[in-house]
């Protein structure tokens, strides 16, 4: 797939991370709203660190990488979404961007695009239990539960339950 990992939905735009994406990638990805249902961000979160994982982002061809979620009509950064070597993906938008359906656009469009690119026949997601809305959008784009779990956030001070989920390719969506 040539435009891999560039996408383009009706309202975003699923690009490369770049360094200049670092600073809101730390205050987005660091905000106490945020992190605790995340891995990879404490709270705050430093840019420098937020920068360590732009750089440790790009698109090398094989199946682990991060790309930045921006609004199409002005370019702006509001969210990461993460593909890791296990087929599980990791995402989160902005808080001040919520509730307007680009989370379920990005992963959408982010899991579509991971078919269609060859040799992935599922793909899974991780979410803590006490985040329901990420809950119920991957129940609304197709996922099931198949199991539950302890994970670690780095925002949080010990493990916490999660749940488990997994999108089959020929699933599709639950809408």
């Known amino acids: 797939m040539t435009d891999w990992p560039h996408l383009t939905t009706d309202r975003l735009i699923l690009r490369a991370l770049r360094q200049e994406d670092a600073a809101e990638l730390a205050r987005i990805g660091g905000d106490p709203r945020v992190a605790p249902?995340?891995?990879?961000?404490?709270?705050?979160?430093?840019?420098e660190d937020a920068a360590e994982v732009i750089a440790q982002a790009a698109y090398d061809g094989g199946p682990a990488f991060?790309?930045?979620?921006?609004?199409?009509?002005?370019?702006?950064?509001?969210?990461?979404?993460s593909l890791f070597d296990d087929a599980s993906i990791g995402y989160f938008i902005d808080p001040a961007q919520a509730r307007r359906g680009y989370a379920s656009e990005a992963v959408s469009a982010f899991v579509e695009a991971a078919f269609a690119s060859g040799g992935m026949e599922e793909v899974k997601a991780e979410v803590f239990t006490d985040n329901p809305a990420s809950t119920a959008m991957l129940l609304k784009l197709g996922f099931e539960e198949t199991g539950k779990g302890m994970a670690k956030s780095r925002a949080r001070l010990e493990?916490?339950?999660?749940?488990?989920?997994?999108?089959?390719?020929?699933?599709?969506?639950?809408t």
């Open 66 to 81: 991060r790309v930045a979620v921006a609004l199409k009509e002005r370019g702006t950064f509001i969210g990461m979404l």
């Open 37 to 47: 249902m995340i891995f990879v961000a404490s709270s705050p979160w430093p840019v």
């Open 159 to 174: 493990p916490a339950p999660v749940k488990l989920y997994r999108r089959r390719k020929a699933q599709g969506t639950g």
